[in-house]
């Protein structure tokens, strides 16, 4: 069953995150491939993550093929232009990949080449469009294709934005630009969540909740200081901290298990998406103890 | 206003190490205003030339630098001095230094200064950036506020997933573009608008360089 098809049949659905290899090695991106295959639904290959430059998105998700696991190409607007994405897009559909991610991208000052002339020609909501004309038969510009795309295009969303209305009329035009379905920057408290889902029931698009593994009460505090969007309530690092240094890792694991198997008796959302960081090894643990393997 | 900055004088001494005497040229407006091109500057620049040993040959601060036949004009007083000079320094922005170019064929022109963008005077002798001259002016529907220029991103459609707290993943010290307009939109009771309005990616080629325009009436035939 197909990504889009596990979606759409109601199923609860896993994806995971890769990054491709800075260099030619691909020995260490293969390894995760085939770790997570048969037991995620699909996987994402990053575009450059945190402007760092890498092999690109595109050559992970072909090797991911070649492997039997589905790929979600992700797609940054940060470095190439209009001509270069569409062009990227026909050439990633034509080597079988049919899932893509949209995404404006970490700005090139984030990165490993400061320097560097940022693009964002389109950002996010127009490349959503961008996907839908080349789905349809035609280039942004209205020309014909000769063979149309059929991809399942999806965006991303911060449900724990501040302030988050205006991340809110962005997923709407999000949705209305032609998104299907949503991965969400890591969450941590369910409960708040919930009141986002609720929101986002509204729209006819499946969301997969962001988690981010915590390894440490020290990682828990540097995601709530640095990183936007990501919120870690008291509680959590409170129970990281009580485990101890030896514990703190496995009560890590646990308790990402603990947020995939609620998120998923309650119905809260349609799947998760697992963002492992350097951890891409555990994933399996994690689904063995959230009960989905 | 066109913001420009000095020069590192080691940098522009080693790009005019060949030349022994120099005429400078300033400009009334931006340059002045940013301190650049000013009668002062002028003044500051001639004593540092000449305790580098270089002779001065004169300056002048030209009205409007960047309007070729008015500085063409003014500088006529200044025949002899020009004449006699190794080397013309501008002291204004990249536009002026150009205008030098055209006026003076035969004599080499250098820069004093970078010019860096079309700013905005917020206090004395401070700056920021509102508009890049794109091309095709969208602030009719962002609220008045450009996020081609104020968003490091030029995003068109809302914040980023990097905006946190009201400030841009860039850095703490720039307020997001797309809370800014957000926040003055919902004042202006107008969020429906915000949210309705789903922007078109720019049209690039109003911003095809060189630029040109002429906006002379033709003349009829008789
Ligand atoms: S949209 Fe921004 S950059 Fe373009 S003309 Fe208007 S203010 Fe200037
Ligand atoms: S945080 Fe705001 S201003 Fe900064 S890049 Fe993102 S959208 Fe633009």
Known sequence: MSFREALDSGKFVVTAEVGPPKGTDIDEMIHHIELLKGKVDAVNFTDNQSAVMRMNSLAGCKIALEHGVEPILQMTCRDRNRIGLQSDLLGAYALGVRNVLCMTGDHVSAGDHKGAKPVYDLESVQLLKVVDALNNGKDMEGNDLKGSTDFFQG?????????????????????????????????YDIEKFKDFMKYARRFPVKVLAGLVVLK???????????????????ELIEELKAAGKEKALDTGLNICARHIRQLKDEGICDGVHIMAIGMEDKVPEILERAGLL | MIITKKKDFQELME?????????????????????TGSEEAIKELTEALQSEGKEVTGGFVPKTGCQVLGTKKELKAFKDQLAETDCILVMSCGAGTQTA??????????????????GNMTRFQMFDERCSLCGQCILDRTGGICPVTTCPKGLLNGPCGGMQDGHCEVSPDIPCAWVRIYERMKKLDKLEELRESVLDAKDWSHAQKPRALSTREKKEKK
């Open chain 1, 155 to 187: 965006a991303v969303v911060t449900p724990e934005a501040n302030p988050l209305e205006p991340q809110l009329i962005k997923f709407e035009k999000k949705v209305k630009a032609g998104a299907r379905f949503f991965q969400t920057q890591a969450i």
């Open chain 1, 216 to 234: 440490s009460a020290g990682m828990a505090k540097f995601l709530n200081n640095f990183v936007p969007g990501i919120v870690v309530p008291e």
């Open chain 2, 15 to 35: 790009n005019i190490k060949n030349y022994r005497s120099f005429f400078l040229i300033g400009c009334s407006e931006c340059a002045s205003l940013c301190g």
């Open chain 2, 101 to 118: 170019v055209e006026l003076f064929p035969d004599k080499p022109v250098y820069p004093t200064n970078d010019s860096l963008f079309l």
